[in-house]
């Protein structure tokens, strides 16, 4: 049986062998002398076209449609409310603290993957987890702060923003100027729009995070700067209605309510600190 | 109502050109008259388009017509010589001759396509029926390259051959 085969296989051979010529038996000739002879117009296979042209549109269409899919942006948006406080973890274990009133958004598809950026509007106090290979970026309608794994607090108030860094280096640069600067631990940097640079203070203000603590302390500080912290804390204006300037206070507050406080330092100082109304 | 479309007769004509031609050749043994044979085959199906309804199994009918056409034509060559030159004609059936006919087209089909030099050596073997020394010599080259040359389009034709083999094991 299995010899037939291979003769049969080698018989095959020789014959089509023996009467192999070249150009013969060719079909497409074949048909062409064929479709000239009987008259039969080139048949358009129309069909097939269409149906070729519909599944190269179809993936086109679903190419595109994935590249466009790839590239859109999934906006996570957080907010505080105002009078809250917020912890938020993100997903390179960075953390933020935002103040009341703030809001912070990235980008879920590349965050932590391709680039690690957020965009803040508001206060908050961020403790970036360090990572070498890729800078962390807070963009703010101001300013853009650049670092590798370091703390520090970024405040965007619109018409101005500032920036004061609690541990490790920050690169801090604004819109309208050139060059950007690095603050290093303590030091603080404000900047108001249509500024042409950047005013730096290496000051320390132990006040600086109160919102972020509930912790107020005062060391010999003189009023004004009360003043400020506190409208800064309560985020509310206060006005001192007497005369009373040159005076210093050094008391400390734990999560009170402005009243107290005012009353407090009224009191003490006699003076007649009150808030807007 | 036409029993078939032109796009329909067009798909049926290039897909059974060739094994009919080859079909042909077994008796004619000569492939212009095949291929003429076939065409006018084809040319009758055409013009009877209209008359027709259906031709059932068209492909073992064009095989029977072919194969009339090609008794005709040999015995009117042959009506003025013995009959003994009359093809052999087997008893196989017409199953057996169609997927004969295909085996032929297959393979003439793969020598086409072997690169020219290999189908020179190949030709001059199996058609020419010369030696490996005679070809090498004939070409300027040595034995070693014939034999190879040969092994690799042997080895084409035999790769079809067991395409075809399991092809049909499959689709018992």
């Known amino acids: ?277 | 109502m036409e029993a078939f479309t032109t796009r329909e007769f067009e798909l049926h004509f290039k897909a059974l050109y060739k094994p009919l031609c080859l079909f042909a050749l077994r008796f004619t043994g000569n492939t212009d008259d095949a291929e003429d044979i076939v065409q006018q085959t084809f040319a009758d199906v055409w013009d009877k388009r209209n008359v027709i309804e259906t031709i059932d199994n068209f492909k073992s009918y064009l095989y029977r017509a072919v194969r009339n056409r090609s008794i005709n034509l040999v015995s009117q060559h042959t009506m003025h010589t013995t009959t003994t030159e009359l093809p052999e004609i087997t008893d196989i059936s017409i199953e057996e001759e169609i997927c004969q006919a295909e085996r032929y087209a297959r393979l003439w089909d793969v020598i086409d396509r072997l690169p020219h030099e290999r189908k020179k050596i190949f030709l001059m073997s199996k058609r020419d029926g010369m030696k490996y020394s005679e070809i090498a010599e004939e070409l300027s080259i040595s034995v070693k390259t014939v034999e190879n040359q040969m092994g690799k389009a042997l080895k084409a034709l035999r790769d079809t051959a067991v395409y075809i083999y399991r092809l049909i094991l499959s689709l018992i």
């Not at chain 1, 290093?184 to 640079?197: L, N, V």
């Not at chain 1, 950047?198 to 912790?215: V, Y």
């Open chain 1, 1 to 277: 049986m299995e010899k037939d085969k291979k003769n049969n296989w080698e018989e095959d051979i020789r014959f089509v062998a023996r009467h192999y010529k070249e150009g013969k038996l060719n079909t497409d000739k074949a048909w062409e002398t064929f479709r000239i002879r009987k008259e039969i117009r080139k048949v358009i296979p129309w069909r097939r076209i269409v149906a070729v042209a519909a599944v190269l549109l179809l993936l086109v269409g679903f190419r595109s449609w994935y590249i466009w899919e790839q590239n859109r942006p999934e906006w996570i948006i957080i907010s505080a409310e105002k009078g809250s406080v917020k912890n938020i973890s993100l997903p390179d274990r960075s953390n933020i603290t935002l103040a009341g009133g703030g809001e912070i958004r990235y980008n879920a598809k590349v965050f932590s993957k391709e680039e690690r950026e957020i965009f803040l509007s508001g206060k908050a106090w961020f403790d970036i987890e360090r990572n070498p290979a890729q800078s962390f970026t807070v963009n703010t309608l101001l300013s853009k702060v650049t670092v590798l794994g370091t703390s520090f607090e970024l405040w965007d108030k619109g018409e101005e923003v500032h920036v004061y860094v609690t541990s490790g280096t920050v690169s801090f640069a604004v819109n309208n100027v050139e060059e950007s600067v690095i603050l290093t631990k303590g030091m603080s940097a404000d900047y108001r729009a249509g500024q042409k640079e950047i005013d730096i203070d290496t000051e320390e203000n132990p006040n600086r995070l109160a919102w972020k603590n509930g912790q107020l302390i005062f060391d010999n500080t003189p009023l004004e700067q009360v003043i400020k912290d506190l409208s800064d804390y309560y985020d509310t204006e206060i006005f001192n209605l007497s005369g009373e300037e040159n005076v210093q206070l050094t008391a400390s507050f734990n999560h009170l309510p402005i009243e107290d406080v005012l009353l407090i330092i009224n009191q003490t100082l006699d003076t007649k600190l009150t808030p807007k109304q």
